[in-house]
């Protein structure tokens, strides 16, 4: 088969490989996928450029964890009705060097999912991160009917689907992005009003448009960013769901966030526990049926044009960038 590998880590045109390797064979409890398409994240290429606070030291990796395809072969104690079963995959390289860009992966059977007849490939490897992060974003909120949430990032993968499910679960959604164009996908999905950033005072607009009271919520992709306001962002007893960051180093005015009673949440969709990873599947599954459901445009390359493809993540693509196998 064909994959794409990297020996260390550096600058995607530098590091990234394309070699041809023996096809995986599914071991015990384990499926292999003939992938369609495999997903590249924000994750992914921090992680290959060095900057992931993820752990290994694997000699070699082949990147991306998620992805989509069909089933073609399976272990021992694998029920053989699932040859042929088109999937989408998560955590395809979490905790692990062999990840979705490649023709072929084997799994254990845990890590695959049903994809719907009437949901392509391309949507199938878009999802897993991105869908699933919102998802648990969303539930950890708890109800969310006649809420206010704030939503950095709206137009990105994440945020985009956050924006949309905290509008289907009756919120008012206040995204925050960089430029118009960003702002029309924004309002496209559910969002009732939205801040530039880089034209307007966050802080000011925020407090305008919440009468001085601030938002239920914050879903957050850049907690060193925002954290420094949490406490003029967020309402008494408000809450800061956080996913991500631009800076490993969060900084925390003690007054303001004591004061407001202000609680900031972490968690990584990659090591949800067990009960809380079933109920995300299946929630992102009931979504996935709704054919108005909404997923972003696609960026798709060719294998042998992964380089590009981890540039255009790093520059921040309007757009799921997808490698098609």
């Not at 809380?276 to 909404?294: A, D, Q, Y």
Request: proline content about 6%.
């Amino acid at each position: 088969m064909r994959a794409a590998i990297y020996t260390s880590k550096g600058p995607a045109t530098e590091v990234l490989k394309i070699v041809t390797k023996p096809d995986p064979q599914p071991q015990v409890g384990e499926v292999r996928i003939k992938m369609a398409f495999s997903g590249v994240n924000p994750s992914d290429v921090k992680s290959r450029a060095g900057l992931s606070a993820r752990i290994g030291g694997y000699p070699e990796v082949t990147p991306h964890s998620d992805g989509a395809g069909t089933i073609d072969a399976v272990g021992e104690n694998v029920d053989k009705k699932w040859l042929g079963q088109r999937v989408w995959i998560y955590n395809g390289q979490w905790e692990r060097p062999f990840g979705t860009a490649a023709e072929y992966i084997t799994l254990p059977l845990s890590q695959v999912v049903p994809l719907p007849d009437n949901v392509s490939f391309e949507v199938g490897a878009s999802i897993a991160i991105p869908l699933m992060t919102a998802m648990a974003a969303i539930q950890r909120c708890g109800s969310l009917l006649g809420k206010t949430v704030l939503i950095p990032g709206a137009a990105g993968s994440v945020g985009f689907y956050a924006t949309q499910l905290a509008n289907m679960s009756g919120a008012r959604v206040i995204a925050i992005v960089s430029n118009e164009e960003k702002a029309a996908i924004a309002k496209n999905v559910g969002a009732h009003e939205v801040i530039n950033y880089r034209t307007q005072n966050l802080v000011e607009q925020v407090q305008n448009l919440t009468h001085g009271v601030g938002t239920d919520f914050i879903i957050e992709v850049d907690a060193a960013g925002h954290a420094p306001h949490y406490g003029s962002l967020l309402k008494f007893d408000g809450k800061a769901i956080i996913y991500g960051t631009n800076n490993p180093q969060i900084n925390v005015p003690f007054g303001p966030m004591i004061v407001g009673f202000i609680s900031m949440v972490f968690f990584i969709v990659y090591r949800l526990p067990a009960t809380e990873m079933k109920t995300v599947i299946e929630s992102v599954n009931t979504v996935l049926s709704h054919p108005e459901f909404k997923h972003p445009v696609t960026a798709i390359y060719n294998l042998d044009d992964i380089a590009q493809a981890h540039q255009r993540v790093e520059g921040g693509a309007n757009a799921k960038v997808l490698i098609a196998l």
